[in-house]
């Protein structure tokens, strides 16, 4: 079964929604999902995704491996534009 989720991996808007969260909940989100000690290097691996009610910012690593980050609903630098509508196949 899949649901239907839109994702946005603008680079300008990850830069300004990352300047808006800040350095301190940008680390103390690096350290809940267990990456302090890798911290991603630049931006081409952040992308955004608006699943049901929650917006949420994911980093997928070279490697394929991707982290949930943090909550992003609420915050202004949300991308406008550029999403892009997928299908997201559900485990059962």
Do not use: C, H
């Not at 103390?28 to 931006?43: N, V, Y």
């Not at 049901?52 to 630098?77: A, H, I």
């Amino acid at each position: 079964m899949s649901k239907e989720i839109f994702k946005n991996s603008d680079n300008n808007a990850i830069r300004q929604l990352l300047t808006e969260i800040g350095k301190e909940r940008y680390e103390a989100a690096l350290m809940d999902a267990g990456l302090s000690e890798m911290k991603p290097i630049g931006l081409d691996g952040f992308y955004v995704e608006w699943e049901d009610k929650n917006v949420t910012l994911f980093y997928m690593y070279p490697s394929g491996t991707v982290f949930e980050l943090m909550d992003v609903l609420g915050y202004w630098g949300v991308p406008n534009l550029g999403w892009e509508r997928l299908r997201k196949e559900t485990k059962k």
